[in-house]
């Protein structure tokens, strides 16, 4: 092989990679519009206080806030304890949600139920038609007070309503908040240490920028790549199909004849007299 | 034609590796995010996170899988060269390292993120004994 044609390949192949990432670029541009109503619905039972729990959920909050704020994005703020509160409907300006997230105080049980009502009520009246409803759930315990949490998660699923629950340390009532997730098709997961809270709400904020969204484009790239490397073999193989297909033409066409200029009858090409009426050709 | 099915049996391991990196690039998320925390979460950033989560692993898979089954298929000239030589395995091997790194980063307590560690220590002592052969 010269080395102009390798150049080619080359080039044709980094070619063909250039479009897909440029597709890429543009088919993502449609599919990342999606819009987003979020609320933070945060225990602030008494024992939030324990180890400094609610801090490591006020700076964990404060970084969601940070990662998934923007002009399309709105977030609201529900506390509960024995009472619910919607401190804040679903807005942009973060700055006043952080300050109400500082402001955050733990007191009493949790009725935890009940902030999935409140917070799918205030979503549903609230919430713009045309932005994907999303709970963050967060707490420490298990529900003590109010109504059944798995029931209030059937009526926030009716809604369209998509509830990320989160289990801080290890009182933390895994099944149930397994429950609520799976019932509205969002995931629990699990934080053990303040840390882990803050890499678990960074994980809820890209999961809504999900590559599986972006599929479209993902493709584009896992099928250029393998184009780009095989483009000699798909070239031979391109060749062999079009060869093929003259020879096939070729075949159905049959031998080139002449026409008997008397009778019209079809000779063979080099005949010397017409086989029907034995006129010289 | 005993000695083409004992160098097919002998490829296995390659044609399994290659199937891993296909799923890396098509289904795991890991490399995704990762280059997502380190970027903005712009139009920008996803795509180069797209590219790379998806690009990078299947050109690897291509690599493997070649050498494992498909080994009468022609590469493009440079390619076929790095796969004659040591750089495409010690460049896979890195890319295992690195991968394994961010799925310890992750958390082993989630199930695919062990059995991405797992099958890249796996295929990185294979490749080892496999460079060391050639």
Same mark, same amino acid.
């Given at each position: ?26 088919? !993502? ?6 819009? /987003? ?11 939030m206080l324990d180890e400094g729990k609610l801090d490591n ?18 977030? %609201? ?63 420490d ?7 059944? $949490? ?10 369209? !309503?998509? !509830? ?5 340390g ?19 997961? /699990?934080?053990?240490s303040g ?30 790549? $393998? ?9 031979? %193989? ?16 049959? $031998?080139?004849?002449?026409?008997? $200029? ?16 034995? !006129?010289?050709? | ?13 390659? =044609? ?14 890991? *490399? ?25 692993? *299947? ?13 009468? @298929?022609?590469? *493009? ?11 495409? @395995? ?5 890319? =295992? ?38």
């Amino acid at each position: 092989m010269t080395k102009s044609k390798r150049q080619i390949q080359l080039a044709i192949g980094l070619a063909i990679i250039g479009i897909a990432c440029v597709l890429s670029y543009y088919s !993502i541009e449609e599919k990342t519009v999606s819009i /987003y109503d979020v609320y933070l619905v945060i225990d602030v039972s008494g024992s939030m206080l324990d180890e400094g729990k609610l801090d490591n959920a006020k700076n964990a909050a404060n970084i969601f806030i940070d990662s998934i704020a923007s002009d399309k994005n709105q977030i %609201g703020l529900v506390k509960f304890s024995s009472l619910v509160k919607v401190l804040s409907k679903a807005t942009s300006d973060s700055q006043s949600l952080k300050n109400m997230i500082q402001s955050l105080v733990a007191e009493d049980g949790t009725a935890l139920g009940d902030g999935i009502k409140i917070a799918t009520d205030s979503l549903t009246l609230e919430g713009r038609s045309q932005a994907k409803k999303v709970m963050l759930l967060l707490t420490d315990g298990m529900a003590t007070e109010g109504i059944d $949490p798995v029931g209030a998660s059937i009526v926030a699923n009716q809604n369209g !309503i998509t !509830i990320f629950t989160v289990g801080y340390g290890t009182d933390a009532d895994a099944n149930t908040l397994n429950a609520i997730a799976t019932n509205t098709g969002g995931q629990y997961f /699990y934080a053990q240490s303040g840390q882990d809270l803050v890499d678990v709400f960074n994980r809820i904020s890209k999961i809504l920028i999900s590559p599986l969204a972006h599929y479209g484009s993902r493709t584009l790239i896992l099928v250029a790549i $393998p184009i780009l490397l095989f483009l000699p073999t798909l070239e031979k %193989g391109m060749r062999t199909v079009i060869e093929k297909a003259e020879q096939t033409f070729l075949d159905k066409r049959g $031998p080139a004849k002449s026409t008997c $200029p008397k009778c019209g009858y079809k000779n063979t090409l080099n005949a010397k007299f017409c086989a029907k009426c034995g !006129i010289r050709q | 034609m005993i000695n083409k099915y004992a160098e097919y049996l002998r490829n296995i391991p390659l =044609l399994l590796g290659g199937l891993f990196l296909i799923y890396v690039g098509v289904v795991d998320q890991t *490399i995704f995010y990762e280059i997502l925390d380190k970027t903005y979460s712009d139009r920008l950033g996803i795509t180069l996170a797209t590219a790379v989560s998806a690009g990078v692993p *299947i050109f690897f898979a291509v690599g493997l899988i070649k050498k494992g089954v498909f080994l009468r @298929w022609e590469t *493009i000239h440079f390619y076929e060269k790095m796969l004659e030589g040591k750089s495409f @395995w010690v460049l896979t091997i890195i890319f =295992l390292v690195i991968l394994a790194y961010f799925a310890f980063n992750k958390g082993l307590t989630l199930l695919s993120t062990s059995l991405i560690m797992a099958a890249c220590i796996s295929l990185i002592v294979y490749l080892i004994f496999y460079i060391k052969k050639k």
